[in-house]
């Protein structure tokens, strides 16, 4: 027989993921709304009326909550009832603090705990095309591994407890930043007369806009590689032009008026010479770290 598993939380994305984990598990699904529960009763699933009722018995428990406070309530509630060897996995989407937290909660019971944040929306889980940034001791992430895979085609290991939830909320921090450069800069191709596609085309290219991350952070900040190559000064330069292009036009910029004051203390600091990558050094410096040795800082 299948192992059983536990979901807490039946809204758009816990009920994908109780549907998809009872392809190869016994599921056994909470949400503390009835219509939610009514939802999928009679499915695959079987719904409970208690919450306890899914934390019995159970190998695995994911929570799949709106808020840390809700995390936080259901894993207090729930740890008496958890058997020994079980592992809660929190899918929901909190912070590195909150799953330190929740961690120090579990601490006293012989459960483990995982933090698996997921990249993709329902539509990814549905199709088990999703990917999760895991963290947490390697034996709980191992024991929760096979129901991951069920639901996902990438299951990419962070670190410690926390460390997917980091990782989540650095990727979509730089998504949401980089939307509104893109938004920026596409207003400034339609008042220039240059077509969206014409952009598009050039941003995609090697040289556009994947070239700062796969050579300028990969190669030259991890190896601390700063001489030659585009200098910040004209890095700054550039920025400039663009701000001036956006005035005459009279283009609202945000994330573009930021970044170019980075560039402008850069250039004040001494590193006008090297390459625009150098910017990093300005981070270095504030928190005592050092990029060619990820994880070390002072702070």
Not at 25 to 42: K, T
Request: proline share 5%; charged share 20%.
């Amino acid at each position: 027989m299948p192992g059983r598993v536990g979901v807490v939380g039946l809204g758009n994305m816990g009920a994908v993921i109780a549907t998809r984990l009872a392809t190869a598990y016994q599921v056994v699904g909470y949400d503390i709304r009835a219509e939610r529960r009514e939802r999928l009763a009679g499915g695959p699933v079987r719904v409970v009326a208690r919450l306890e009722e899914a934390a019995e018995d159970a190998e695995l428990l994911f929570l799949s909550l709106p808020d840390p406070a809700a995390s936080a309530a259901v894993v207090a509630e729930v740890l008496p009832a958890l058997p020994a060897g079980s592992v809660i996995v929190e899918t929901s989407t909190v912070t590195p603090e909150d799953m330190r937290r929740l961690w120090a909660t579990t601490q006293g019971y012989p459960v483990g705990l995982v933090d698996a944040a997921i990249l993709g929306g329902v539509a990814n889980v549905a199709d088990g095309r999703t990917t999760f940034l895991v963290g947490g001791e390697p034996e709980a992430v191992e024991r929760a591994r096979p129901a991951l895979d069920v639901l996902a085609d990438a299951v990419l290991v962070q670190g410690p407890i926390g460390s997917g939830m980091a990782a989540k909320v650095i990727v979509n921090a730089v998504a949401h930043a980089v939307m509104v450069v893109l938004v920026e800069a596409a207003a400034m191709a339609v008042a220039t007369n240059v077509s969206l596609d014409a952009l598009y085309d050039l941003l995609s290219r090697p040289t556009g806009l994947m070239r700062p991350l796969t050579y300028r952070l990969q190669e030259l900040v991890r190896r601390r590689r700063y001489e030659g190559g585009m200098s910040t000064q004209n890095a700054r330069k550039d920025s400039l032009l663009a701000l001036e292009t956006a005035a005459r036009h009279g283009i609202p910029l945000f994330a573009v008026q930021a970044a170019h004051s980075v560039y402008e203390i850069a250039v004040r600091q001494g590193l006008g010479d090297l390459d625009y990558a150098a910017i990093a050094t300005l981070w270095e410096r504030w928190l005592g770290c050092d990029f060619s040795q990820p994880g070390t800082s002072e702070g």
